[in-house]
């Protein structure tokens, strides 16, 4: 035994394998969609070539791409959260909805306070909203035992029906569904403010804030107490109760800081481009969560690599259009999922196979 | 207002709108009472509706374009399948994975087929029973003459029956109860998986036919939330075929009721809550407990 821990393959480490299934799993998808691609009778070199190209290759497209990567570093952080401690939040996206409209209803009605009072309550605005919308799974797991994936899955529905019930009758703007603009302090000014280069696209300085959460998440589970508890309940609850760790405290509060953080999408949208709440702003970005969060292996630093990726495949799709329908882009974001799941599996058992035949060669 | 709900129209509503639930809440009760969760079953009727719509578009068969429904709602379940039961890996994430490539990959063959991203062009409607009671009503007669509604309330009352009064249903019942009791008699827990996810293909598969059918077309998008619907009415209806088909027909009922009362002083999307609401609650275990069977999302791993 001693002998073969001595021997370990550096493919066999842990650490290598979670950084190689995301990026094995990326280029299988790529793959996959140059097949897609092939049926439309394009080239598929030339698509992702204009896909790269159009996307990293102009300052107005990077800007794109890292306005779309804002909510994403959101949504993967509240899910990752939660995946570590051991609960699935298929809420993000209700969560999120119901932040930034608290952040959008609470920034119409403080005009006149300063900006820095009124960003930091804006923020906290969403934070407690979509807290809220996360801490109801929580509490129902904790107490009832009933799943969180099924409630968090209703709980997107009443979200989006509660919404636009608000934006359709309450705080609408006559025969709009949006909300009135929140007051000009609680704006967070767009990048192109100040570099004239990013002139015309929508990023905006809350993606500083999403980094900042990413670090915030990092150091709240890997350096605290109360991480350290959230992660022990995610690896085993039993262990964890008899260590006198409270399951039920720590699966509350993590939904609800996940929770609190999709709320935070809002500083993005609401904030910091559109100034207004408006039905259905968000398309799917809560279940992207699910996957930036997947590969980026719930590490908060991955998912920021992830989001990213999947930021740029969003603006992709809409630069090659004219080429291949751009839905090509959802095609390639599912099948990157169904690969990272699978690998877990399939791929580390075709690196042992492979590491046993190398070693088997070395032997001879 | 009491008039107008017991209408043949509302009535007829209703019947519309739970004919789909009802087949796909099914769908889900095969899969999960063998063990497997189906989030997919999004994707399942929205992949349906899309290949009934293009068998129906080039064969100009509405019967063709039924079984391409059944066949394209296979396809995707037999996907889930695959990835939960053999590669074992985790059949939430896998589901949603399905529900955006289902959204994907129809989006992108309307483009290539029909030249649009939103919708096909008009397809013919299964032809219907003629009922000489309703001849001044033809939109009821059209609806309540439907084969695909009779079909449904068999395949209700026959999946009671399949489910728990035959070998086949203890057999499924068992390996999503518990596999390695199963496995130990000697029934194989991969296959009656399949077959119960199978089943969940064929079922949500008529489904989005039922809905390309109805609506002569398809459109983006059109499964909108359906599937996720139907998983809420197969809990309230505690994973039993009569309880989930019972509950669909109570979220049927609500949402004819909404499209009733739109325009009136009661805000429509307080009733769209409604099954949302009562999953909650039924999960609280407020009325009665509602719980899964055993095994369900757990993969089998046969002890070596």
Known sequence: ?364 | MISQIFSLAFLAQTIRITVPYSLASLGGVYSERGGVVNIALEGIILNGAFCATVGTYYTGSPWFGLLCGIAGGLLVAAIHAVISIHVKADQIISGIALNLFAVGITKFVLQILFQSSSNSPRIAGLPYIKLAFLKDQPDVEHLLGNPLVLLTVLIVIASHFIIFKTRFGLRLRSVGENPEAADTVGISVTLYRYYGVLISGVLAGLAGAWLAFDQHSFTDGMSAGRGYIALAAMIVGKWNPLGAAAACLLFGFAESLQIQLQGGSLPTQFIQMIPYLATIIVLAGFIGKSAAPGADGIPYEKEK
């Open chain 1, 1 to 364: 035994m001693a002998d073969q821990t001595k021997r370990r393959h550096w493919l066999e480490h842990p650490a290598t394998q979670n950084f190689l299934i995301p990026i094995f799993a990326v280029v299988l998808s790529f793959a996959v969609g140059a097949i897609f691609i092939l049926i439309v009778g394009q080239n598929p070199f030339q698509v992702y070539s204009v896909l790269f190209s159009q996307t990293l290759g102009t300052s107005y497209g990077i800007g794109q791409l890292l306005f779309k990567t804002t909510p994403l570093i959101f949504a993967g952080l509240s899910v990752a959260i939660c995946f570590k401690a051991g609960l699935f939040n298929i809420g993000a996206e209700g969560q999120l909805q119901i932040g930034a409209f608290m952040t959008a209803l609470v920034g119409m009605y403080t005009v006149g306070v300063p900006a820095f009072l009124e960003i930091p309550l804006l923020i906290l605005a969403g934070m407690i909203g979509g807290g809220i919308w996360g801490f109801i799974p929580g509490y129902l797991k904790a107490k009832t035992g009933a799943h969180e994936v099924i409630n968090t899955i209703m709980l997107n529905f009443i979200a989006a029906a509660l919404v636009s019930f608000f934006v359709t009758n309450l705080f609408n703007v006559p025969a709009t569904v949006h909300t009135p603009e929140i007051a000009p302090t609680g704006k967070i000014p767009r990048f192109d403010t100040i570099f004239s280069s990013f002139s015309g696209s929508p990023v905006n300085f809350s993606i500083l804030i999403a980094i900042l959460a990413a670090v915030a998440v990092w150091y709240y589970v890997d350096k605290t107490r109360y991480g350290y508890e959230l992660r022990v309940v995610g690896l085993n609850s039993k262990a964890a109760e008899y260590g006198g760790i409270s399951v039920a405290k720590n699966i509350i509060l993590s939904m609800t800081i996940g929770g609190a953080i999709a709320g935070l999408v809002g500083t993005n949208y609401v904030m910091g481009y559109k100034y207004y709440f408006e039905e259905g702003f968000s398309t799917g970005t809560g279940f992207m969560g699910i996957a930036v969060a997947l590969l980026g292996n719930n590490n908060p630093f991955g998912v920021i690599l992830a989001a990213l990726l999947f930021g740029m495949l969003e603006y992709g799709g809409l630069v090659i259009n004219t080429m291949v329908p751009k839905e090509l882009v959802s095609i390639l974001q599912a099948i990157v999922i169904i690969f990272v799941i699978s690998s877990n599996k399939i791929f580390r058992k075709i690196l042992v196979n492979f590491i046993k035949k190398r070693t088997l060669r070395v032997n001879d």
